[in-house]
């Protein structure tokens, strides 16, 4: 069956800190692989997906992300985060059309 | 491009009361889906439909919901009766054929 893995569940980091935060997923076949960001009180919004092509990723507000086949991994990064940066992420792994999540890395950004 | 519309926001019941979601895709979305998000968790797909026909439930909960999208555009989610556990977000979101999956702000449920 499909699985997602975050790594972490709570990541603190200061402001201008990089960020990396770990997605592994199980899944024998193809796949299409995406970041989601969820904003306090706001909808899910897409980051950044990959469905084929370069492994680098380049999505919204400065965000990558890397897709490692050989290690079933697709690791979200950010070299400099902001105060804004703050939210709930959620990497997702979908065969087809339907998202399988995982359980989500909160981040929070001080000063 | 008006986004995904879903109501009511919010939304609290007593346990074995019935209780109604509404979603409103994209326009021109043909697939749309309905997932579960219980607090400190990922979503949870609980059934996706490719215009008024159902690709999959398996993880829906039949004995107590039910879903449907009679003319392939609006959708509801039902649930009878509602128990402690079903207190989550219940989030649609919509796709064209391309795949990506666009959400909507969500129904808060909290089940008393």
């Known amino acids: 069956a499909q699985s997602v893995s975050q790594h972490n569940h709570h990541v603190i980091l200061s402001e201008a800190a990089s960020l990396e935060l770990g997605c592994n997923y199980s899944y024998g076949g193809t796949v299409n692989l995406f970041w989601y960001v969820q904003y306090p009180g706001q909808h899910l919004q897409l980051l950044l997906k990959y469905f084929s092509g370069d492994p680098l990723v380049k999505g919204i507000k400065g965000f990558e992300a890397e897709f490692i086949k050989s290690k079933f991994s697709f690791n979200l990064r950010k070299p400099s985060v902001h105060w804004s940066d703050a939210a709930e992420y959620f990497c997702a792994v979908g065969a087809r059309y339907a998202l399988n999540f995982g359980k989500g890395t909160s981040l929070l950004v001080t000063p | 491009e008006a986004g995904v519309a879903q109501s009511p926001r919010y939304k609290i019941i007593e346990k074995r009361q019935s209780v109604a979601f509404w979603c409103n895709p994209i326009s021109g979305h043909a697939t749309l889906y309905w997932y579960q998000q219980i607090l400190g968790q990922g979503p949870k797909l609980l059934i996706q439909f490719q215009n008024n026909g159902v690709v999959d439930d398996s993880q829906l909960p039949k004995d107590r919901f039910s879903a449907e999208r009679l003319k392939g555009v609006d959708s509801t989610l039902k649930i009878q009766p509602a128990k402690l556990e079903d207190s989550a977000v219940y989030l649609c979101?919509?796709?064209?054929?391309?795949?990506?999956?666009?959400f909507g702000p969500g129904t808060r449920l909290l089940v008393l």
């Open positions: 979101a919509s796709s064209s054929t391309a795949g990506t999956q666009y």
